[in-house]
T-cell receptor, first 113, second 113 residues
Framework: NAGVTQTPKFRILKIGQSMTLQCAQD?????MYWYRQDPGMGLKLIYY???????DKGEVPNGYNVSRSTTEDFPLRLELAAPSQTSVYFC????????????FGPGTRLTVT | AQSVTQLDSHVSVSEGTPVLLRCNYS??????LFWYVQHPNKGLQLLLK??????LVKGINGFEAEFKKSETSFHLTKPSAHMSDAAEYFC???????????FGPGTSLSVIP
């Protein structure tokens, strides 16, 4: 199993540009999450999904959109990039049940200038 | 609402000496508690988890944590630090009726040779 994969690893955007961060998992997990990590901070939840076709907002959803058309994929869309969105983005997934253990991807480092 | 506090933003220990990373939580429900480790420029890896079974939880790489309900604490310990333990450590809380995940701000552990 590849686990949770994220692309790209690095990206530089200009203010106002758009992009999609890709996330895929091959563990057949129903739950998937997007987090951002700012320097010296913990992770903040952006959006999450409990299954294909179902998404919900986390703590910091403004400026982002998600979709979940398949169990495997959970892309994160930035429509109008702003410097405040400079961060490292992590995708995670977990199996349904009481374990709650999340498996993390390697992250995408995004800079908006 | 759930919250988590990590009392030290940075801890420095000598190789071979004990490690103590402190975590206090607040939860309206019986919480699930986790410790994750993040090595530089890497994703997060689960160290250990508490999900209402034994209060003393053993994890990978010699780490363990004790759940103390009366003190609302879940401190992470290791008897003898190794250079490879230098990393960022995150305490995480999840309420049993809550799909969202709350990360602490992290504690950076340095190990001095």
């Amino acid at each position: 199993n590849a686990g949770v994969t994220q692309t790209p690893k690095f990206r530089i955007l200009k203010i106002g540009q758009s992009m999609t961060l890709q996330c895929a998992q091959d563990m057949n997990h129903n739950y998937m999450y997007w987090y951002r990590q700012d320097p010296g901070m913990g992770l903040k939840l952006i959006y999450y999904s409990v299954g294909a076709g179902i998404t919900d907002k986390g703590e910091v959803p403004n400026g982002y959109n998600v979709s979940r058309s398949t169990t495997e994929d959970f892309p994160l869309r930035l429509e109008l990039a702003a410097p405040s969105q400079t961060s490292v983005y992590f995708c995670a997934s977990r199996v349904t049940g009481v374990s709650h253990e999340q498996y993390f991807g390697p992250g995408t480092r995004l800079t908006v200038t | 609402a759930q919250s988590v506090t990590q009392l030290d933003s940075h801890v420095s220990v000598s190789e071979g000496t004990p490690v103590l990373l402190r975590c206090n939580y607040s939860s309206s429900y019986s919480p699930s508690l986790f410790w994750y480790v993040q090595h530089p420029n890497k994703g997060l890896q689960l160290l250990l988890k508490y999900t209402s079974a034994a209060t003393l939880v053993k994890g990978i790489n010699g780490f363990e944590a004790e759940f103390k309900k009366s003190e609302t604490s879940f401190h992470l310990t290791k008897p003898s630090a190794h250079m490879s333990d230098a990393a960022e450590y995150f305490c995480v809380v999840i309420g049993t009726s809550y799909d969202k995940v709350i990360f602490g701000p992290g504690t950076s552990l340095s190990v001095i040779p």
